[in-house]
DNA sequence: GAGTCCATTGAGAGCGCTCCCAGGAATCGG
DNA sequence: CCGATTCCTGGGAGCGCTCTCAATGGACTC
């Protein structure tokens, strides 16, 4: 298998003087051609297959992407020979000449978001790749982690290496968007983006989970339960999802105490923190709808240590179900459970259809984006 | 907010149809030309930055690559058309002739795994990214979720797309690492691959952590806190990461009764199962240290329902240092930490390193393999 | 002042593939 | 049985870039 000649030809180094190693980058040099028995073997081209079939390159070519228009017999031979030679078309060729990649490029401006501490992320790449690889598209990961990378990331859109982009968790002053708009990249949105203008902007397809729904699903919940007293802790409101789950709170509770309503950060610890500060407002709360299971879990705990049990005192509804953390809290977890993984395959095909209408953008509107269910999964503790 | 109009629009509907936007995809097609206002604008050649420099085409591909050997007044000459013209290089181009495609793929062959419940994933991700594109390389994703993904990814591998690979959680009948080998292709597998045969053959390069020494710190520990009767609960013993981890367990016990070994599958549940095996073998025992985090998280809530107090009457130590859970449990876990992160880097660094030599792999051979350390963090189970 | 050498530069040949176009075969109507 | 169509097929022109090779010209040596 060790297929190399322990000669130290570096890759910049001139080779001695002798004939040209590279095995001729020149069809006909001569001397080696197929002699480098060494290094990897030359793949076969269009070119091979095509001799070997005795078609012309072109009949070759058909065959190989669909074969329509060629006489079965002379199909059947081309195919033959691809099978023969275990021909694969070289890609970087073929997109040379139809500045088509078969690739996407998947973004994520997210450094230290919940998308690295939750399964989220890898629910969505699955979801993702489900979907492109059905369509024999690629999936190329671009994470970007702080600023220099959003250079190097709109570079590479712009370089025209992929025929669609799909954008997860930007922020307001994120440049992709705008990036991939002027160099006339298609691509499509994970969650509602929220900077101004953007709920305007016809252009913007995106997909992103019904949060508002959600929260009133949660609250609904909570309120069959004859709870009256029902806080709730938001994430970050910078965030779209967090503002349409505090609104789903709210389409249910119009003229609720805002005593009631903390701001959390998605996190456990911002949790446990908002929860001691509803508590020590409105000590007789009842109900708690928290906008993420980490939040939940931190609430959970703040709630114990000061003594209330769960759910008989308070009732308790997370969001997200993520498994690790929903079904292994004490008590577990109720929560609201969004559809990640089709999410994510949501969005692959939402830019798939894009890209095979390559036609016409402008023609396509009508309904872009898409929003996808959320339901809830009753567990213990509420 | 609820920015949706009404439409139920299937995603496989078809469009109305229209005018074409984005100009022909085939560059001379009579037509157009470059009349296509709307769509992308034809981007900027080399040919073009060549004329706009007044320069040939040769000199500014000298200057897009470095400038070596180019006057320092054409340089500067070339980089003002580059700029001014928002010149980026065609990769496609460039690949058809260097055969190198600064991307190496990533595959992950590991549909339900842990890989995806747990942050791994992305921390490896993350790793690998950071890495990979301090190279200027890309990162493509392959996900591996039945049989015919195989075919699918060994077709890819093969195809040269990619300059190397990173390869996830290879089972004992991967066929990847024989594909990889096959086509020539450069990889560096993520964990010690187990099968037999593997631990001999030098080609092989791997990262793994130190799953052993992580075990044997654990138990070390539990030791130090006077524990005589330890447990462990194992994970699939088909797996080397568990294997290893329970060869740490017995270098320190290495007369320890079976009676205080149980195998888990790295889920809660199984944690628990096994826990519960456990207590019923060995009602005495004192201590247990499970081969993953989300097992010891249901190790403790048996060891909870059966009565036995954390720490006091049992001490238990995880593995893994998942935050989601390990900070999370009651009490919070004592657990051996990995650094995902680190191993993702060191695959990388490791295959650019080898794509770097191309020249000769046999001379490199050295110390090919890294293993990466673990360390205790003394929560409150143990 | 002639000869030699080295640093620069440009010309041109491809990399492997797709697709336009025209020639030839096969098919059909009259 | 012949001209008009319709089908297939091969020829050939690039896609944008790198790289080899030869030509140019000035610096330098003797």
Redesign the interface.
């Known amino acids: ?4 000649q ?6 910049p180094a001139e080779p001695s003087g002798g004939a040209p190693t590279r095995g001729g ?1 020149h069809p006909g040099t001569g001397t080696a051609g197929r002699g480098d028995t060494a ?3 030359p ?1 076969p081209t269009l070119e091979s297959v095509a001799e070997r079939a005795g078609v012309s390159r072109a009949t070759a070519s058909r065959v190989v992407n669909g074969g329509a228009g060629v006489r079965a017999s002379l199909r059947e031979k081309v195919q033959r020979a691809v099978d023969e030679l275990g021909y ?6 073929r ?2 000449v ?4 078969q ?1 996407v490029a ?1 973004v994520v401006s997210e450094p230290e978001s919940r ?5 989220f ?3 969505h ?2 979801g993702i ?2 979907e492109l ?1 059905s369509a024999d598209n ?6 970007i ?1 702080d600023q220099a ?1 959003f250079e ?1 990331v709109g ?2 859109l ?4 992929v025929d669609g982009a799909l954008l997860f968790s930007l922020h307001h002053s994120d440049p992709l968007p705008d990036i991939a708009r002027r ?2 990249l298609p691509f499509v949105i994970g969650g ?1 983006p929220g900077w101004p203008g953007a ?1 305007s902007d016809r252009e913007l397809t995106y997909v992103d989970s019904d949060n ?1 729904g959600g929260g009133r699903i949660a609250v609904q919940h909570l309120q069959s339960l004859g709870r009256t007293r029902i806080a709730t802790i938001t994430g970050p409101l910078d965030q779209t999802s967090s ?2 789950r505090l ?1 789903g709170y709210r389409d249910l509770l119009p003229y609720g105490d805002p005593d009631l309503i903390a701001e959390g950060d998605f996190t ?1 610890d911002g949790g446990g923190r908002a929860m001691a500060e509803l508590l020590a407002r409105r000590p007789d709360l009842d109900a708690v709808f928290a906008a993420s299971d ?1 939040m939940a ?1 931190g609430a959970l ?1 703040v709630l114990r240590e000061a003594g209330r049990r769960v759910p008989e005192d308070v009732a308790v509804v997370g969001f997200d179900d ?4 929903a ?4 008590p577990p977890l109720t929560t609201i459970r969004q559809d990640i993984e089709d999410m994510g395959r ?1 969005m692959a ?2 830019l798939l ?1 894009r890209l095979a ?8 509107r ?2 872009t ?1 898409v ?1 996808t269910p959320t339901r809830l999964v009753v567990r213990g503790s509420a």
Do not use: C
């Open positions: 298998m060790s297929q190399h322990p000669t130290g030809d570096g890759p980058s290094g990897t073997l793949r694969v078309p070289n890609l970087a060729a997109t040379l139809t500045r088509r990649n690739a998947v998308l690295f501490s939750d399964p992320f890898a629910k790449l699955r790749s489900r690889s690629q999936m190329v990961l671009l994470l982690e990378d190097r570079r590479y712009g370089g025209g290496h160099v006339g509602r709920e508002r503002v349409d609104d456990p980490a879990s705990r993520v498994e690790q953390i079904a292994w809290t004490d949501l095909r939402l259809r209408g390559q036609v016409d953008t402008t023609a396509r009508g309904p984006s929003i």
